[in-house]
């Protein structure tokens, strides 16, 4: 992998010096990798994680080739009703990430930051503003967000429309769960639609739209199966691919091609040996680069992340006869939005349909939520008697995340679940006796 080192390492120093002449280089090695992944996929991972990454990369890849195939986003965005244009949804969140593939998330937060971008903003967020400002990537025809989560969304593409023009549509998502908030935001998706089909063109489906709901509610029920096969069975992945997992059941939900990616995996997973490690739910952002991270969670037979709370963040399947009022429910109901009690009632749901034997939240550098509310997931898990460790670092920024405090923490935290194991063992042994 020298040659692809030299290549981010290039296109890194070039970058810095000349950010405005840099997207063909970007762009060049998004379709490399691209082609690298489908005819030299990663070793020693699952067949159906291989598709997978191979499944973004092209994404993404073959989105941002044409500039007028895809719209920006946040992460909670409502890609089902851009698909029925033909077009795709790109998250700023998930192309920070990909900006970070080349080390460049460095330059674009400080480039951002002496713009004036405040400090404590969420750094990926700052990523793609300074992505923006520097010149280094072009801007879409149009954008789309929502208030769900975090607070810096309309922040983020306020700043954009004003120094780079891109108009955008702002949902509003209310906290409260009624009728009168789900027809409330309902009317927005419409409005939404009707903005799409004025700038694009053509006329919005409502039936088109139905048709994607039901793909989803099969691709949501799949996923679900397959998370209970992982907490069964050892399926050899890395930390990137509970990311790329999170990506599609954001940005290719709905798709019959996710669909069948992930009944490809629960066929593939059964043909894997029984788990018979520690077996751990993720809550919240997952710092794929962190050195001690991966050193424990890529394809380790002793530790294993079974799921993502982040890629069932909606549980409940929708009424797809109507769709507009479906899709409100939907994003109402976001693990995320609201009280964080309701995020930890839906966290404790999950785990006692997969039973992971620990839980890990990664609290991410500006995101007030995940930090705020931590304590109270942590007094549920209590009660359910799963063991819970919260790591702070940040998702995407390397300077904030501090491998020797981690690695302490991680290590600590594993060999007290290796001691209750072996204790159990014993005391099951003197009862048998």
Known sequence: MWIADKYINYVKEQTIAHPEESWGK????FRLNKFRMKVLPTKGISKGNQRLEAMMMSFVADSLARPDSYVWGNIFAPCEIIQCFGLNTLSIECLACYFSGYHLEDFFIDHAQNAGIAPTLCSYHKTFVGAIDSG?????????TTSLSCDGNLNTFR??????????????????DDPASVEYLAEQLKDFGNALA????????????????????QTRK?????FRLQSE????????????????????IGTREFLDLIRFMIEDIKTYPKFDGKKILWVHLIPFYQETLQSYFNTNKKYQIIAC??????????????????????IIHNLYNGSYSNKAQMVGRLARKLQPDALIQFCHWGCKQSSGGSLLLKEKMQEMNIPMLILDGDGIDRRNSHDGQIRTRLEAFLEMLDEKETAEESEREEQIC
């Open 233 to 252: 069975r050892y399926y050899p992945g890395e930390l990137i691919h509970h990311l790329y997992l999170m990506m599609g059941m954001h940005l290719l």
């Open 26 to 29: 970007i762009l060049l090695g």
């Open 136 to 144: 280094a990537v072009p801007v879409p025809e149009y954008a789309v």
């Open 159 to 176: 700043y954009l429309e004003k120094k780079k023009g891109v108009p955008f549509t702002f949902l509003d998502v209310p906290y409260r």
């Open 309 to 330: 709370d982040m890629s069932m963040d909606s549980m409940e399947a929708m009424d797809i006869t109507k769709p507009f009022h479906a899709l409100a429910r939907k």
């Open 222 to 226: 799949a996923l679900e199966e397959f």
């Open 198 to 217: 004025a700038r694009f063109g053509g006329r919005f489906d409502a039936a088109a739209l139905g048709q994607r709901l039901d793909i989803e509610n």
